[in-house]
């Protein structure tokens, strides 16, 4: 970021990610599936989404790995916050995880789309 | 139980499957990270306040940079350390308390925690039951847990966000003159290091439980004969 004002228009360049919208994370992005809105319906009080500890591991494993380094990782959350304001977390953590993945080219927009697919399949087959 | 899949929890798993599938890291080395991160103890928290107690020079580093004093107890906020929020390790206050200031911390938001030193947060710290009333009535709830500070006693609620983590250091108490590190740091439980419980000497979080024998006692007449051959 250069610290200059950018007026109206949204910003897109961050120093550590690119902070333009995915089509792919906006169609996921829905509040109604946080986990916020989804424990209390099934009247569940737990506060944190079994998933959670699975996104903590993956941000390790990625940092110790090589892949992306957790204080890099952080420094590109807080650019994103923008982004994700509206959605808390963990969802906006795995939002900003994948946005950053994507942005990085570690994964492509279109193997993460096929991706989704296939794991819906698996998990909804009855 | 929540008997409904969500599309974050589609996203996580094909991220992670992605990621894999890349040699990004294996399998094995995400089992080994989850099984890690739900070990986590506040023991590392323990060795900070003991040392502090035991080591003036250090204790001035624990309130000039907490996160250099934490690297000295094993702990390196960047890396790794299982964090929740964006930015855990960048502000971290330690809070000493004095036999006429006392300190308690809470996340009022949500459930903000120094996790690389204390582990993970109790379930009642999440709860809203904590949150919205520690910030109210402090000495009331403090006393739900068995903790009466005297009126004169200063009481002091500090509120953790996504930027900010907070530890208290307890005054060291009395009856612990010549003890080791080590020994110190027994007593120094995860309650006392949020703030909800005092240090004593002999209470340490592996003590005996106080149960109580029941004043009037069901008796059973014993195990059948059957089950016990």
Known sequence: MNGESVGIHEQTEGQYVD???V??????????QTWD?????WCVAEPAPPWKVCLDATCDCLSAGGALDNLERRHAEDELEAVYSAIPNPERQLLTLAHIMLSRGLVTEEELARRISAVRTRLEAV | MVDEISDFEILELAVRELAIEKGLFTAEDHRVFSEW???RSPAAGSRMVAKAWTDPAYKSRVFADPLAASKEVGVDWAEPTGFGTTSDYMHLTVLEDTPTVHHVIVCTLCSCYPRPLLGHSPYWYRAPNYRRRIVRWPRQVLAEFGLILPPEVELRVEDSNAKSRFMVLPVRPAGTEGWTEEQLAEIVTRDCMIGIALPRPGRTSDGPRPIHKASRPVHSGGRPKEAAQ
């Open chain 1, 19 to 21: 902070l333009r919208r």
């Open chain 1, 23 to 32: 089509a792919l994370l906006e169609s996921i992005r829905s509040e109604e």
């Open chain 1, 37 to 41: 809105k989804l424990a209390p319906r």
């Open chain 2, 37 to 39: 991160n739900d070990a």
